[in-house]
């Protein structure tokens, strides 16, 4: 049998099911079968654009690291390169004790490489802790992987968790430092320690070396929408617009999956690339990758809301990028952004961004749009002192759709993937990092690690 005869299901029509699909069509050509299930009205999952006052907006994921390489590859292999926006270089404000404070410079996640990095941001006594870091024993095994907030609350203190670290993962994981592990949230500064660091601040000095000068986040013209039609035109997939509710092997002589659609439909596929959140993967694997599914059941993970707006122009908004929450703070949003000033947008309305749900919380369920759109007036009046009259508003649920990387995550991934049968792949945000460029590879290895055990029977 040829490679163009296999026939390829995708399961999940997000950035990574949609990346795998592309993926499969360039290595296997135009006569490969190429099937994606995914039950929403549109496909790109969590990259969602919508019309906010006229103008196209993305509700859902809204930047991508730069300094990563695979964003920028895959827009200019697809020709899409004239798409790539950079911000204005406007930095964000924190929001603690009702002052906004300049987000600290030298930091790496928030957390510091100096006293005086933190001044103004926690009081006298903190400072001191922060200033007396290196005179005290630090205790690490290499390979180590502690939640963020128990390493530098001990080294640094409980303030500087709460106003530095907590803002900047609450707005990546909807987490918290007590719940994200060191080498998933910084993975440079763990292979410091590893290195024989003596002390965190020195070891946070050294990680912050290898940080690239330059623009941190980029974003797509028009919107990820831009992206992911481009992503279907070249795939060249059948979409059925179904979730999959079981899949099992062939047969016991006959290679492959069969998948079994909600409608009832069955369908045959020579490899399959999984690429649904960690809580649907282990209900699809439970009975044929046991390994697997138990890995899976350990990833938690967080719910959110998007409240995109869109307010009169001439409101005095602080020229910054938006604002993020310490924790402990009487607001309901974990973070504003002020997308006009961050992107750099002359439209004829100013539109913001409120991002609300933490890890633990059910307020993206049990919150009506009322109640949150209620809850963005107010914090914006208490943050910034403005009242603001919404000319429209967009409020979009993410229900389950941030996986926790706590402590060990790596380890468990691996296991996640060493039970999985060969023909048989995943892919998404839960697996080796949260960010679109994290799932653009790790979609691009699903890919490929299934065409090699389709192509190469004997290799199984």
């Known amino acids: 049998m040829t490679s163009g005869a296999h026939s390829y299901c ?34 790109g999952g969590v990259l969602r654009t919508e019309q906010v006052g006229g103008v196209a907006v993305d509700v859902g994921a809204e930047a991508f690291v730069v300094r990563r390489p695979e964003m920028p ?70 390979g180590a992987d502690p ?38 949230a910084a ?3 763990a292979a410091v320690l590893d290195d024989g660091a003596a002390h965190l601040t020195d070891a946070v000095r050294q990680a912050l070396m290898s940080v690239t000068a330059g623009p941190v986040f980029g974003a797509v013209g028009g919107g990820y929408a831009v992206l992911v039609d481009e992503l279907v035109r070249r795939s060249r997939l059948n979409w059925v617009q179904a ?41 699809l694997v439970d009975a044929i990758a046991p390994r697997t599914a138990a890995a899976a059941s350990r990833i938690a993970s967080a719910s959110s809301v998007v409240v995109a707006m869109a307010v009169p122009r001439g409101i005095r908004f602080p020229q910054n990028s938006g604002v993020l929450v310490a924790s402990g703070e009487p607001l309901h949003a974990k973070a504003v952004t002020l997308s006009s000033r961050k992107w750099g947008r002359r439209t004829d309305v100013e539109l913001l961004r409120l991002s609300f749900g933490r890890f633990g919380e059910e307020l993206a369920r049990r919150a009506s749009d ?33 996986p926790q990387y706590g402590p060990g995550h790596r380890d468990l991934v691996a296991e996640l993937r060493a039970g999985l049968p060969p023909t048989l792949a995943v892919a998404g945000s839960y697996l080796d990092g949260i960010g679109v460029p994290a799932c653009i590879a790790a979609a691009g290895r699903a890919a490929t690690a299934a065409i ?8 199984r």
Request: proline share 7%; net charge negative.
């Open 10 to 43: 995708v399961v999940g029509g997000g950035i990574s099911g949609l990346t795998a699909a592309y993926r499969l069509r360039v290595a296997l050509g135009d006569e490969a079968s190429i099937t994606l299930f995914d039950p929403a009205d549109r496909l």
């Open 73 to 142: 590859a895959l827009l200019a292999e697809l020709g899409l390169a004239n798409r790539h926006v950079g911000t204005t270089g406007a930095r964000p404000l924190i929001y603690c004790k009702d002052r906004l404070h300049p987000l600290p410079a030298a930091t790496l996640n928030g957390i510091p490489s100096s006293a005086e990095s933190m001044a103004g941001l926690v009081n006298d006594a903190t400072l001191a802790h922060i200033a007396s870091e290196p005179s005290r024993p630090l205790s690490w095994e290499p």
């Open 147 to 184: 939640a963020v907030g128990d390493l530098v609350a001990d080294r640094f203190g409980e303030q500087v968790v709460a106003r530095s670290v907590d803002p900047m993962l609450g707005g990546v994981y909807a987490g918290s430092a007590a719940t994200i592990g060191l080498r998933s």
């Open 187 to 189: 993975p440079t500064l």
């Open 243 to 283: 979730a999959v509710d079981g899949i099992e092997a062939a047969g016991v002589l006959a290679r492959g999956w069969t998948l079994r659609d909600d409608a009832g439909a069955q369908w045959r596929a020579d490899g399959v690339v999984l690429a649904v959140p960690a809580p649907r993967l282990v209900g």
């Open 370 to 402: 009322d109640e949150l759109l209620a809850w963005a007036i107010q914090d914006l009046d208490t943050v910034f002192g403005l009242a603001v009259d919404p000319v429209d508003v967009r409020v979009q649920r993410w229900p389950d759709a941030m």
């Open 452 to 459: 090699q055990a389709v192509e190469n029977p004997v290799a």
